[in-house]
């Protein structure tokens, strides 16, 4: 099974930005589906940006216009490139892929998940 890692995340100052990166031990062309999630203290695991194999993204309305999802099937590493950050943003976050289409696709229903990167925006 693919390994996910996650690296990139943080501390930064509300207004700046930061570049997640997910990298694999193995091919992620396999995976169609592959996401960003983000679980702050205290709070649920919440979707951040969904993007499939042929590049179809989806974004959650908090995050919608600052931050950008991409996938590098060659390098075998997904990416979030997270601009204008906001002190809500702070949380840990995560990487997940699925065989399956992101459509519909509940947040707990991924085949394999990273251990996560801290993010921290202060304002």
């Known amino acids: 099974q693919v390994q996910l890692v996650e690296s990139g995340g943080g501390s930064v100052q509300a207004g700046g930005s930061l570049r997640l990166s997910c990298a694999t031990s193995g091919s992620i062309y396999s995976y169609y589906c592959m996401g960003w999630f983000r679980q702050a203290p205290g709070k649920e695991r919440e979707g951040v940006a969904t993007?499939?194999?042929?590049?179809?993204?989806t974004y959650a309305g908090p995050v919608q216009g600052r931050f950008t999802i991409s996938r590098d099937n060659a390098k075998n590493t997904l990416y979030l490139q997270m601009n204008s950050l906001k002190p809500e943003d702070t949380a840990i976050y995560l990487c997940?892929?699925?065989?399956?289409?992101?459509?519909?696709?509940?947040?707990?229903?991924?085949?394999?998940w990273g251990q996560g990167t801290h993010v921290t925006v202060s304002s």
């Open positions: 993007i499939e194999r042929d590049g179809s993204t």
């Open positions: 997940a892929a699925a065989f399956g289409s992101c459509y519909r696709r509940a947040n707990n229903d991924y085949n394999t």
